[in-house]
T-cell receptor
Framework: DTEVTQTPKHLVMGMTNKKSLKCEQH?????MYWYKQKAKKPPELMFV???????INESVPSRFSPECPNSSLLNLHLHALQPEDSALYLC??????????????FGPGTRLTVT | AQSVSQHNHHVILSEAASLELGCNYS??????LFWYVQYPGQHLQLLLK??????LVKGIKGFEAEFIKSKFSFNLRKPSVQWSDTAEYFC?????????FGAGTILRVKS
């Protein structure tokens, strides 16, 4: 099974709402990633977790809060977002982060609209 | 930090035409190179990858890419495209622990 699943598929939220995006993989991967993809743009890295510890934070605003409760799950908590945060949020996983050559497997994404 | 440049943003081809999409990267160390494809309404899928060894790598669906170290290039090729190849293609470079994508090339194949 080489699948990364993400829920929800679509999310509309107001600027005062709190919501969470969820990502799950059962491939035994120990590195998980959040990317943001704006329309007609490539994915941009936001966060990387390695062995459930935050390894990379690409200077993402604090209104985005990642969480990795276990090796299969990755959450992205959203609070007080701005309309410009509307985008496709992609989750990915790889066997490891470093120490070898590991490809990333991507989920289908959550299409987020902030009103 | 690494960067990736894809030369064409939009490519339109007729079925059976040959395809070559350009990709150049900038990074001072050892790189891993990838081509990902995003079909309309679908998620990113890995087409092929280069880690080491033979610089000509073959991927899924008849795609191949050649790593030319001296030119910092990793161009994607397919001898004969099909309508179903209509998609967006991203070149990506992993240097260190980060994967950086190029801007993408939208390919439209006319039937």
């Amino acid at each position: 099974d080489t699948e990364v699943t993400q829920t929800p598929k679509h999310l509309v939220m107001g600027m005062t709402n709190k919501k969470s995006l969820k990502c799950e993989q059962h491939m035994g991967h120990r590195a998980m990633y959040w990317y943001k993809q704006k329309a007609k743009k490539p994915p941009e890295l936001m966060f990387v977790y390695s062995y459930e510890k935050l390894s990379i934070n690409e200077s993402v605003p604090s209104r985005f809060s990642p969480e990795c409760p276990n090796s299969s799950l990755l959450n992205l908590h959203l609070h007080a977002l701005q309309p410009e945060d509307s985008a496709l949020y992609l989750c990915a996983s790889s066997q490891r982060l470093a120490g070898g050559t590991y490809e990333q497997y991507f989920g289908p994404g959550t299409r987020l609209t902030v009103t | 930090a690494q960067s990736v440049s894809q030369h064409n943003h939009h490519v339109i081809l007729s079925e059976a035409a040959s395809l070559e999409l350009g990709c150049n990267y900038s990074y001072g160390g050892t790189v891993n190179l990838f081509w990902y494809v995003q079909y309309p309404g679908q998620h990113l899928q890995l087409l092929l990858k280069y880690f080491s060894g033979d610089p000509l790598v073959k991927g899924i669906k008849g795609f191949e890419a050649e790593f030319i170290k001296s030119k910092f290039s990793f161009n994607l090729r397919k001898p004969s495209v099909q309508w179903s190849d209509t998609a967006e293609y991203f070149c990506a470079v992993k240097g260190g622990n980060k994967l950086v994508f190029g801007a993408g090339t939208i390919l439209r194949v006319k039937s």
